[in-house]
């Protein structure tokens, strides 16, 4: 029962350009929404979050929008750089603790 | 803070042995969370515990699998017997209360040959 959708295994990029992931859900019930980080041989590291009462959140060059009734939302990176290579999950939450992720998307930037 | 620590960071076992993964939350994080990372599933919630109770534990895929947090700062995750499909990464995770990001430990890839 995958709740959380990332239909892009892969995504490569540009150095400077923009970087656009997606993730889809499907439990309306999700009110929390996060984007994780992963290097290889490392753990997921938190990134950015949103509320489902926002529809964007903003930190630094990494923006999250929300469109709750498309059940949508993206990260975007402006400007993408090297070092953002790794793979992105999206994850959701409901109102208990029972994270969510979607099966991630590997972000390849060129220099 | 050394983040949260998970041992070993790589085990290779023979089917049917038994697996103990060990995992040392962030002091203070009253939340501690197994998730598995295959390349079919994803990242996928095991069990998770809130002050060293399991509050949900539907993600624990058999029998075989059992979990336990004897207190505030270590958890054990048990495979016994374990098998080749049980090959995984496997990490833990703490936080504290609210719908914040949760950290992360490194890890352990367990190999079941």
């Known amino acids: 029962d995958q709740q959380v959708k990332q239909n892009s295994p892969s995504l490569s990029v540009q150095e400077g350009r923009i970087s656009i992931l997606n993730c889809d859900y499907t439990n309306s019930m999700f009110d929390y929404f996060l984007w994780y980080k992963k290097y290889p041989a490392e753990g997921p590291t938190f990134l950015i979050s949103?509320?489902?009462?926002?529809d964007k959140n903003e930190d630094g060059r990494f923006t999250v929008f929300l469109n709750k009734s498309a059940k949508h939302l993206s990260l975007h990176i402006v400007p993408s750089q090297p070092g953002d290579s790794a793979v992105y999950f999206c994850?959701?939450?409901?109102?208990?603790?029972?994270?969510?992720f979607g099966a991630g998307t590997r972000l390849t930037v060129k220099p | 803070d050394a983040g949260v620590i998970q041992s070993p960071r790589h085990e290779v076992t023979e089917m049917g042995q038994e697996v103990t993964l060990r995992c040392k939350p962030i002091?203070?994080?009253?939340?501690l969370f197994w998730y598995r990372q295959t390349m079919m599933r994803g990242l996928e919630l095991l069990i998770y515990f809130n002050n060293n109770v399991p509050i949900d534990d539907s993600g624990m895929p058999e029998d075989r699998f059992s979990a336990k947090m004897p207190n505030a700062s270590f958890s054990t995750l048990k495979i016994q017997p374990s098998e080749p499909r049980d090959s995984a990464v496997y990490f833990c995770?703490?936080?504290?209360?609210?719908?914040?990001?949760?950290?992360f430990g490194s890890g352990t890839r367990l190999t079941v040959v």
């Open positions: 002091s203070g994080h009253d939340y």
């Open positions: 994850a959701a939450l409901t109102s208990g603790h029972d994270m969510r």
């Open positions: 949103i509320s489902s009462i926002k």
């Open positions: 995770a703490s936080g504290s209360a609210g719908p914040y990001g949760y950290t």
